[in-house]
């Protein structure tokens, strides 16, 4: 399965069916990350809910402390 | 034949001088008292420097009052009439008052941002003052009010809205509903995930300039400007974290806040980010 992730093409061998495996499977931490799925924003409560689909695009933007 | 007369702007009202005319001709004619001259956004040039239909000449005494007009007008008069126009006619958003929002919204009011929306729920304190823009005397009141007080100061023409509260994904929109822009500029990692959710779900043609990773005192080299998307930049190295106790400095804070207000500030007057 080919994700278009931060831009970067990556390929999986074992797909990760929802937004919430590949966040799992990417160490992302999620209470400090903003995800954007084929251009719109979705929710930290839907990640487990939303699948996943050859050529998504995703965005991930995790943020640190300071300001 | 060549039209005798060129049309030219003198402190924005529009005048008539004949062809050839010099910038010494038209001081002595507009404002011989004139403590200074800029012409076009360059400070006194040449004397002999010949005058062209459209340009923008501002002349003016230092002494005496300044209306409020003359002053946005005098205080502008170095930047290009056509992006302050712009600038004149926008409203952006500031979330957080500290050291990236008090840099962010001192930089757009400057540049004469017609309204700011700054909020924040904080009060100032004097482990700020090594980066935010407050005074001593300030200690202890709230940072909205503060800061609106010291843009006053010195932009008495922009419009300033500031409300003492936390932003939240319950109240963005009524906070941020008349903006076209938000900078986030939050201190918590989790606030500025949420919000820029928020924004995003809630209000998607705002832009969201926001920031990650301005931390410590390590090279400011690997600071950027990241776009997500059309509506959304994120300024900052991305992985220095203050949690970590690397340390907040003036300086490296200050770069990652004025590089928000200058891409809010170029959203703004149509420049390429």
New interface residues.
Partial sequence: MKLIINGEERTFGQPPATLASLLDQLCVPV??????LN?S?V??HRFEATALREADRI?I??????? | MADPYIPIYVNDSPCTVAAGTTLAQARARFCPEAAAAILNTVPDPPPETVLHGHDRLYLYENAGCFSEADLRRLILARQPHAATEKLRAACVGIA?A????SVVAENLARAGVGKLVIADHDVVEPSNLNRQRYFLRQIGLPKAEALAGNLRECCPFVEINALRKRVTADNCVRVFGSCAIVCE??????S??AL??AL??QLPDVVIV??????GCESARPIAI?T??DK?Y?V?D??????EGLG?FASR?GIVASMQSHVAMQLIVGSTI
């Avoid at chain 1, 933007?61 to 300001?67: H, L, P, T």
């Avoid at chain 2, 500290?98 to 929002?101: A, I, N, Q």
């Avoid at chain 2, 926001?210 to 931390?215: C, E, I, N, Q, R």
């Fill in positions: 209470a400090r990350t903003a995800v954007e251009g924003v929710e930290k965005e933007v995790s943020f640190v402390g300071g300001g | 957080g500290g050291g990236l929002g500029c939050l201190d918590a990692a989790e500025k995930a820029v959710t995003r779900r926001a920031s990650s990773g301005l931390a990241r997500v998307c959304l994120v900052g991305q992985h220095s974290d203050s949690a907040l804070v």
